[in-house]
Structures are given as structure tokens and as C-alpha cells.
Nanobody, 121 residues
Framework: QVQLVESGGGLVQAGGSLRLSCAVA????????MGWFRQTPGKEREFVAA????????TYADSVKGRFTISRDNAKNTVYLQMNRTKPEDTAVYYC??????????????WGQGTQVTVSS
């Protein structure tokens, strides 16, 4: 079993920065691809960013490309989402997720409880 705990959410003014963290426990962290997703009320959860187990490969949604950066510290079993130049439309509950990098399924199997990010205009 893999446990994920997000932190770092809060209120930020538009144009400001925020860093989310996700601490992971339970398995060999470097074998898991990590992702960040977000969800607002009434909408489906959407992909934000992902990073490979080694940290060598990253992927971003077009809406955050150039503003957000995903990174990981495998020694600390933690993945981060640095959010810069935030916009009101970034307001959402942000979720951290993990999937085994060498499995057949591309679905994320493990999810955190979410952390609220609110960007004021």
C-alpha cells in the first residue's frame, strides 16, 4: 500500500507563487511515476503534471506549462509542484497521485486526500 499526504495549499494572490508537497510512504518511491491533478466543484478531475520515477521526464498540461514545475526528491520520498504566476482559474483542490512505473496499467492507483489552492484576483 502507498500512502500520500499533500501539504502547502492555501490562499495566494494572482501572480503569486505557492509550492505544494506530497509525502509518500509505503513502497520504493523511485519506482512510482507521480502526478498532480486538480478538481473544481462540478468538474472532472484534470491532469496538471507528472514526473517519472527517476525524475528525468516531466509532462504538463498546456494550461500550466511554463508556470508550474513538478519535481521530486527520491531521498525524501516527496514530490513537489511549484506554482508560479498563478491565475484565479488555478483555484482547485490539488491531488497527488502515484502509479507503478513498470506496470501494465496507466491508471494512477494511489491518491492523496487533496489540498485546497485558492487564487484571488
Amino acid at each position: 500500500q502507498v500512502q500520500l499526504v499533500e501539504s502547502g495549499g492555501g490562499l495566494v494572490q494572482a501572480g503569486g507563487s505557492l509550492r505544494l508537497s506530497c509525502a509518500v510512504a509505503g513502497r520504493t518511491f523511485s519506482l512510482y511515476r507521480m502526478g498532480w491533478f486538480r478538481q473544481t466543484p462540478g468538474k472532472e478531475r484534470e491532469f496538471v503534471a507528472a514526473i517519472s520515477g527517476s525524475g528525468s521526464s516531466t509532462t504538463y498540461a498546456d494550461s500550466v506549462k511554463g508556470r508550474f514545475t513538478i519535481s521530486r526528491d527520491n531521498a525524501k520520498n516527496t514530490v513537489y509542484l511549484q506554482m508560479n504566476r498563478t491565475k484565479p482559474e488555478d483555484t482547485a483542490v490539488y491531488y497527488c497521485a502515484a502509479r507503478f512505473e513498470y506496470g501494465v496499467s496507466l491508471d494512477y492507483s494511489y491518491w492523496g486526500q487533496g489540498t485546497q489552492v485558492t487564487v484571488s484576483s
